[in-house]
């Protein structure tokens, strides 16, 4: 009986892999296909109402014009609206802070691109793969071989690490990728480690480094490392496809995914940061433009985001949605191209 309920499972789960397969791509081209709305607004609540979406946020600032757009829901079950003034979730788009952070450190010399991991961090040269071959670079850009804990199997979803070291110990004494700076592969374990770096070579958290050397000096008061500093009825609520419940009480206190901020607060941050406001010298401004990118991506359970500059109109967009799983990335891409076409017309 055990057996037979189990064949039914395997059979059923593998057959709505490829039911989904199949629909999925074609409810995506579907969107793509289908031409831009004559606004912004119409495009989102378009997309909410025909594309499964709970709520979307989107800001320009194109110089000429500052300008919140929003549709859905914040809260699903309250049926409230999706408001631009309230905190969103913003996952990776948080790294963008730390490289700024390292960057002004290392343009201080309190660190060094290239410095080993085992020479910052010597309790972990026998735990990590090539830590003496690992720089400070690397981490930064990607580019180590460290596995992503993310992948691990055992990343306890259900019930969230309390500490780093917990988040650590899941890539521990496993093997690397890949060689050092072999090639270039995504890994949240890198800016794990770099926030241990700073907050080692600082002496106190990183994170308030960050607040007193980039928001505070760029006015960004709507903007918060942890989500625990802030009052959960500021935040957006989140959810993911196939799951009932608000998402918004889960607490991500790894470094490179924690910030919370209003949609206007990450485009002011994504401005300074292409125009160089963001920098206090020159040579900050090189040495970021030498590791990192300017632009990002973010997606936690129940939050996904997009903070692109477009160089060529001299213009910032930002895309929140609250909703992620099925093909709720592909979606937000899609919203964010069309909103591109609607601002270029």
């Keep these: 009986m055990m057996k037979s309920k189990k064949l039914r499972f395997i059979i ?10 199949f629909f999925i791509p074609w409810e995506l081209a579907l969107m793509r296909i289908t031409p831009a709305a004559d606004t912004i607004q119409m495009e989102i609540d378009r997309a909410v109402d025909k594309h499964d979406l709970d709520g979307v946020l989107v800001y320009v600032d194109d110089q000429s014009e500052q300008m ?13 609206a999706m408001d631009g003034h309230k905190l969103f979730k913003i996952a990776s788009i948080s790294k963008l802070y730390m490289a700024v952070a390292a960057a002004k450190l290392i343009d201080d010399n309190q660190l060094d691109l290239n410095d080993t991991l085992s020479d910052m961090l010597p309790q972990y040269k026998d735990s990590i793969e090539y830590a003496d071959e690992i720089t400070l670079r690397m981490l930064i850009q990607h580019r180590s071989g460290i596995p992503n804990y993310i992948d691990d199997p055992d990343f306890p979803w259900d019930n969230l690490p309390t500490n780093v070291e917990d988040v650590l110990d899941l890539v521990l004494y496993e093997d690397a990728n890949f060689k050092p700076d072999k090639k270039y592969q995504y890994s949240n374990t890198n800016y794990l480690l770099l926030a241990m770096i700073m907050d080692d070579v600082l002496g106190y958290a990183h994170a308030t480094y960050i607040k007193e050397n980039i928001l505070d000096p760029l006015g960004l008061e709507n903007t918060y490392y942890y989500y625990s500093e802030v009052d959960p009825s500021d ?8 799951y009932a419940y608000d998402l918004k009480p889960n607490d991500h206190i790894t470094p490179g995914g924690t910030m919370v901020a209003t949609i206007k607060d990450v485009a002011t941050f994504i401005r300074a940061l292409n125009d160089g406001r963001v920098f206090d010298t020159n040579s900050e401004a090189e040495i970021y433009k030498g590791i990192y990118v300017y632009e990002h991506t973010g997606l936690l359970p129940g939050y996904e985001s997009i903070a692109r500059y477009d160089e060529e109109n001299d213009r910032v967009v930002i895309v929140f949605i ?24």
């Design 12 to 21: 059923i789960f593998g057959l709505s892999l490829v039911i989904s397969s």
């Design 322 to 345: 609250n909703t992620s799983g099925g093909n709720s990335w592909g979606k937000i891409e899609i919203i964010y191209d069309k909103v591109e076409k609607i601002l270029s017309k």
């Design 68 to 80: 919140t757009y929003a549709a859905g829901y914040d809260n699903r079950d309250e049926k409230t």
């Design 235 to 242: 935040v957006i609520s989140g959810y993911t496809v196939g």
